[in-house]
Structures are given as structure tokens and as C-alpha cells.
């Protein structure tokens, strides 16, 4: 029988959060490093990375009654990240540093880590031995995959919308066979 209020899923488990936690704690160490503390760009990066992260928590959490409030969530967490990824190209940009081109040994690496990795400690080891030009490519890659993960989340969550409808339409359709069965009876 179809729930009212179902049990959710851990948001943890998602590969688009996994994977923006990773962003958020590779700009958290970006900036601590490499952003002067006074420069407002260190604040805002940081906001970024925590708002693509957090719009995800907050969009499951709101999933449960509200449909509308999940995907405008997680589209904001999109469009933070984009923010961000702005924000590490200017870095590359204005310090006159390469940004990995398209077929660069560098930047398919570094997809594939993307691909098969999700742990923060494991990208953490990495930037901790690099220089910030790196770090900032790696941040790049890894926030233009988060881009990909949560538009695919985005449709998955259209598909859904219109196959079973929001919050209200389930308030409906249960009430309405609630009545059919007592009818019944």
C-alpha cells in the first residue's frame, strides 16, 4: 500500500552529495591555504561549496511533502556550484595558471579518480601534496561531474513528479481509496 509519508532515503548515500562533500572539504582547504584572509572570494567560495552541499541535505529532507521544494533545492545546489567553478577559474585565471585542457593526461586522469572516487580522505591526501593550481583543476573536475550528477538527479526527479504526482495528488488518491474501500465494506 502506498505511504502518505514514506520512510526516505539517506542522503548520504547519494553520489551527488558524496560527491559535493568532497568539493566542500577540498575548497575549505583551498582557501585556508591559498585565499588571503581578508580577500571577500574566500568567504563566498566557501559559501558555494557549502550550498551546493547543504541544498542537497535540505531538498531530501523537504522530499517527504513536497516535491517542488526538492527539485528547487537541489537546482540551487546546482547553481552554486556553478558559482563556484567560476570562481576556481578566475583563481587559474588571474594568477596566470593553466586550466587542464580537454585532452590533457591531467584532466582524464583526474576524471577517472572523480568516477571511482567519493571519500574526501582520499582526495585530501591528494591535494595536501599539491600545488593550489592543481588543487583548484582538481576542484574543477570534480564540481563539472557534480554538475552532470545532479542534473541527472534533476530528471529522475521530473520522471517522478509525473508518474506519481506531488504531495497533494498522494493526499487525494489515498483519501480517495480510503472512501472506495469503506464503500466497499
Known amino acids: 500500500m502506498e505511504e502518505l509519508i514514506p520512510q526516505r532515503g539517506?542522503?548520504?548515500k547519494l553520489i551527488s552529495y558524496q560527491k559535493t562533500d568532497v568539493i566542500y572539504c577540498l575548497t575549505y582547504y583551498f582557501v585556508e591555504h591559498y585565499i588571503r584572509y581578508n580577500d571577500r572570494t574566500k568567504d563566498q567560495m566557501l559559501q558555494s561549496a557549502r550550498s551546493g552541499k547543504q541544498?542537497?541535505?535540505?531538498?531530501?529532507?523537504?522530499?517527504?511533502?513536497?516535491?517542488?521544494?526538492?527539485?528547487r533545492l537541489v537546482n540551487v545546489a546546482k547553481a552554486s556550484l556553478?558559482?563556484?567553478?567560476?570562481?576556481?577559474?578566475?583563481?587559474?585565471?588571474?594568477?596566470?595558471?593553466r586550466q587542464w585542457e580537454e585532452n590533457s593526461v591531467e584532466l582524464q586522469t583526474m576524471r577517472r579518480l572523480g568516477?571511482?572516487?567519493?571519500?574526501?580522505?582520499?582526495?585530501?591526501?591528494i591535494a595536501q601534496t599539491r600545488p593550489p593550481e592543481t588543487i583548484a583543476n582538481m576542484c574543477i573536475v570534480l564540481i563539472k561531474q557534480a554538475d552532470y550528477l545532479l542534473f541527472r538527479q534533476l530528471?529522475?526527479?521530473?520522471?517522478?513528479?509525473?508518474?506519481?504526482g506531488?504531495?497533494?495528488?498522494?493526499?487525494?488518491?489515498?483519501?480517495?481509496?480510503?472512501?472506495?474501500?469503506?464503500?466497499e465494506g
Open 10 to 12: 539517506n542522503y548520504k
Open 55 to 71: 541544498n542537497i541535505i535540505e531538498g531530501c529532507a523537504a522530499s517527504v511533502t513536497s516535491a517542488k521544494t526538492e527539485i
Open 82 to 97: 556553478q558559482e563556484l567553478l567560476e570562481d576556481y577559474e578566475d583563481y587559474l585565471k588571474t594568477r596566470n595558471h
Open 115 to 125: 568516477r571511482n572516487h567519493n571519500d574526501v580522505d582520499f582526495f585530501m591526501q
Open 155 to 164: 530528471k529522475r526527479l521530473e520522471k517522478d513528479f509525473l508518474n506519481s
Open 166 to 183: 506531488g504531495f497533494s495528488e498522494k493526499m487525494v488518491r489515498l483519501r480517495n481509496n480510503m472512501r472506495g474501500r469503506k464503500n
